[in-house]
């Protein structure tokens, strides 16, 4: 929890930015792929991070210096923060009633005047909280906003919070399968989604996403923990369950672009895993 006396939220948010981002550069398959399976934490917790991960991929593709991503890693983690108090609230289906919908409206707004009442005075770190949710083609608020008026990290933090909405499940639904999700991003550039930022983005996470579930062409059911390189179409899995659908004792390694028989043959849906998660990427070394 963010700090609530002038400065703490500040020095929080940017210790936070700071092992988030060593993690990434730690593992970043690794870190992907247990937020996107994680079952436990609350979808409010998983998603900043989850958001922040892939901010921080995507923009050290884009070479943005150390300080530069940390200052947009603090705005990933606090641009919510004017909506905190209506969380649970939010998590409902279908849509929201006129005084949620407002809150979510003006919650950038909110989240900048929070930070800079708490003492934050970066303006890049301020801009992102206050553009990220604003759209290329003019839709966003709550400012309306188009193209080049949008700072190019807010559209990649809004890129990334878009992406993260569609994959991660919520209390009353569960999540899209990553490639579809993938495909929606593709299908929203220059619209809902900056068109170059979105083949950067697609070009770094890859087809098939660390945490997707996938079954070969060998039959063998297993979960992507690294991403191919350079061929992004072609990762590595941790295979958990035979052709016939009996569990392995131990997952097993299979990389997708050495043998035909582990090409990916169908993305799954997401299903609950009786193997622990540092299982899963042991087995990727």
């Not at 495909?183 to 945490?211: K, N, S």
């Amino acid at each position: 929890m963010l700090g609530t006396c002038p400065g703490a939220v500040a020095a929080d948010a940017l210790e936070l930015a700071g092992r988030l981002s060593a993690l990434v550069a730690a593992d970043a398959d690794a870190v992907l792929g247990a937020l996107l399976l994680d079952e436990a934490a609350a979808y409010a917790d998983v998603h900043p991070l989850m958001v922040g991960a892939l901010c921080e991929l995507v923009a050290s593709r884009l070479q943005y210096t150390v300080e530069t991503r940390q200052r947009l890693l603090a705005a990933v983690l606090s641009c919510n923060l004017g909506q905190l108090h209506e969380q649970a609230a939010l998590a409902r289906p279908g849509p929201l009633p006129a005084e949620l919908l407002a809150v979510v409206q003006a919650h950038p707004a909110r989240s900048h005047a929070l930070l800079r009442a708490s003492g934050v005075d970066d303006p890049l770190w301020l801009e992102l909280v206050l553009q990220h949710h604003e759209r290329p083609d003019g839709s966003g608020y709550p400012q309306g906003l188009r193209g080049a008026a949008i700072n190019p990290l807010a559209r990649l933090l809004s890129l990334a919070d878009i992406y993260c909405a569609m994959v991660l499940p919520r209390e009353y639904r569960t999540g899209i399968r990553a490639q579809q999700a993938v495909r929606q991003i593709f299908l929203a550039r220059g619209q809902a989604v900056d068109a170059g930022l979105a083949a950067d983005f697609i070009g770094e996470i890859g087809v098939f996403p660390p945490g997707s579930f996938v079954r070969l062409a060998n039959g063998e059911t297993g979960v992507v923990v690294r991403r191919g390189a350079p061929r992004r179409e072609s990762p590595l899995v941790s295979c958990i369950r035979s052709p016939r659908g009996g569990e392995y004792a131990r997952p097993l390694r299979r990389d997708c672009a050495c043998d035909p028989r582990y090409a990916i043959a169908d993305v799954l849906g997401r299903e609950p895993l009786s193997h622990p998660l540092p299982a899963l990427w042991s087995a990727a070394h």
